[in-house]
C-alpha cells in the first residue's frame, strides 16, 4: 500500500467507523502552545513547515471552494507564508504552508480547515501536521518528527518515521506524555497511523504532484 493509499485508507475510510468528533478547526490552535513546550523541554524545533491533507470531490462547489483558500493564502506570501497545492494520484490533495512565524502556519492550517467546513467538506479533511526537527538538546539531533491532528478521530498523535517503514516508538511515546494535557492526544495507539515518506529523509507530502 503507497503512501496515499494508507492516508485515505487509515485517515479515511477506517477512521470513520470509529469517529468520535466533527471535525472542529479550531483544535488546531493547541498547537500555538504546544510548540513552546516542544522547544523547551524537548528540543525539538519547527521546522516552518505544516500541511492539511484531504479527499477531493468531484464537484464544481467543492472546486471553488479550495480556490477560495488557494487565493487567501497566495495574499499571505507578502508577509513570508506560502502556500503550495499538490495532487496525487488517488486524488487526495495537500496544502504545505512554509513560514518562519509558527503562528502563521497554525493560522493558514486553520484557515484552510475552516473554510472547508463552512463549505461543508468537513468530512473530506484528514489530516493536519506540523513538523520539527531535533537541536543538539533533543534525544537525537536532525531527528524529524511530527504532530499529527486527525480530523476523524478529533486528537493528535505524534509520528517519528525513520524510514520508508520505520517509526522510532520511543521517541513517540515521550512527545506523548510531555504533550499529553497541553494537547487531546490520542490514548489509542492503534490509530497512531503512520504517514510514511515515499523515500528514506523525505517528507509525508513530498511524494505529491504539483497540482
Known amino acids: 500500500m503507497g503512501l496515499f493509499d494508507t492516508v485515505k485508507q487509515l485517515l479515511g475510510v477506517q477512521a470513520e467507523a470509529a469517529a468520535t468528533d466533527e471535525a472542529d478547526a479550531d483544535d488546531l490552535f493547541g498547537m500555538s502552545t504546544a510548540y513552546v513546550t516542544m522547544e523547551a523541554d524537548l528540543g525539538y524545533e519547527p521546522t516552518g513547515e505544516a500541511a492539511l491533507c484531504f479527499s477531493d470531490v468531484d464537484s464544481t462547489d467543492f472546486?471553488?471552494?479550495?480556490?477560495?483558500?488557494?487565493?487567501?493564502?497566495?495574499?499571505?506570501?507578502?508577509?513570508?507564508?506560502?502556500a503550495d497545492f499538490h495532487e496525487d494520484q488517488h486524488g487526495t490533495q495537500w496544502i504545505v504552508v512554509t513560514a518562519d512565524d509558527f503562528e502563521d502556519l497554525v493560522t493558514s492550517v486553520h484557515f484552510g480547515a475552516d473554510t472547508l467546513i463552512e463549505g461543508r467538506y468537513g468530512s473530506r479533511l484528514l489530516a493536519a501536521l506540523f513538523a520539527f526537527e531535533g537541536t543538539d538538546r533533543a534525544d537525537e539531533a536532525g531527528q524529524r518528527v511530527y504532530w499529527v491532528y486527525s480530523f476523524r478521530r478529533g486528537a493528535y498523535y505524534p509520528f517519528v518515521p525513520t524510514g520508508t517503514s520505520s517509526r522510532d516508538e520511543r521517541v513517540e511515546l515521550k512527545l506523548s506524555s510531555v504533550l499529553d494535557g497541553e494537547l487531546d492526544v490520542e490514548d489509542d495507539r492503534g490509530y497512531w497511523y503512520p504517514l510514511w515518506p515515499s523515500a528514506p529523509n523525505a517528507k509525508p507530502w513530498e511524494s505529491a504532484t504539483n497540482g
Open 63 to 82: 472546486r471553488e471552494t479550495v480556490e477560495e483558500v488557494r487565493q487567501i493564502l497566495a495574499t499571505t506570501e507578502e508577509d513570508g507564508t506560502v
